[in-house]
C-alpha cells in the first residue's frame, strides 16, 4: 500500500505560479513512476504529467508543455508539479497517482493508488 498526500494548492491570479507537493508514504516510493492529473467540474479526469520511477524521464500533456514541470525526490518520498504561467482553465483538483511498473503510463485506469486531490482555482 502507497498513501499519497497532497498540498500546495489554492488560488492564483492568471500568470502567477503553483507549487504542488505529493508526500508519499507506505512501500518503496522509488518502485513508483508518478503521476499527476486533474478534474474541472463537469470533466472527465485528465492526465496532466507523469515521471519515471528514477526521474529521468518525463511526460506532458499538450495543455500544460513548457508552463509545467515535475520532478521527484526519492529521498524525501515526493513529487512535484511547478506550475507557472497559469491560466483559468488549469483550474481543477489536481491529483497525484503512483503507477507501478517498469514504463510510465499516461491513462488513470493504469495507476494503483491516488491521493485525495487539492484544489487549484486561477483567477482571470
Known amino acids: 500500500q502507497v498513501q499519497l498526500v497532497e498540498s500546495g494548492g489554492g488560488l492564483v491570479q492568471a500568470g502567477g505560479s503553483l507549487r504542488l507537493s505529493c508526500a508519499a508514504s507506505?512501500?518503496?516510493?522509488?518502485?513508483?513512476?508518478m503521476g499527476w492529473f486533474r478534474q474541472a467540474p463537469g470533466k472527465e479526469r485528465e492526465f496532466v504529467a507523469v515521471i519515471s520511477r528514477g526521474g529521468r524521464s518525463t511526460s506532458y500533456a499538450d495543455s500544460v508543455k513548457d508552463r509545467f514541470t515535475i520532478s521527484r525526490d526519492n529521498a524525501k518520498n515526493t513529487v512535484y508539479l511547478q506550475m507557472n504561467s497559469l491560466k483559468p482553465e488549469d483550474t481543477a483538483v489536481y491529483y497525484c497517482?503512483?503507477?507501478?511498473?517498469?514504463?510510465?503510463?499516461?491513462?488513470?485506469?493504469?495507476?494503483?493508488?491516488w491521493g485525495q486531490g487539492t484544489q487549484v482555482t486561477v483567477s482571470s
Open positions: 497517482a503512483a503507477q507501478e511498473g517498469i514504463w510510465y503510463r499516461r491513462a488513470s485506469y493504469e495507476y494503483d493508488y
Open positions: 507506505g512501500r518503496t516510493f522509488s518502485s513508483y513512476n
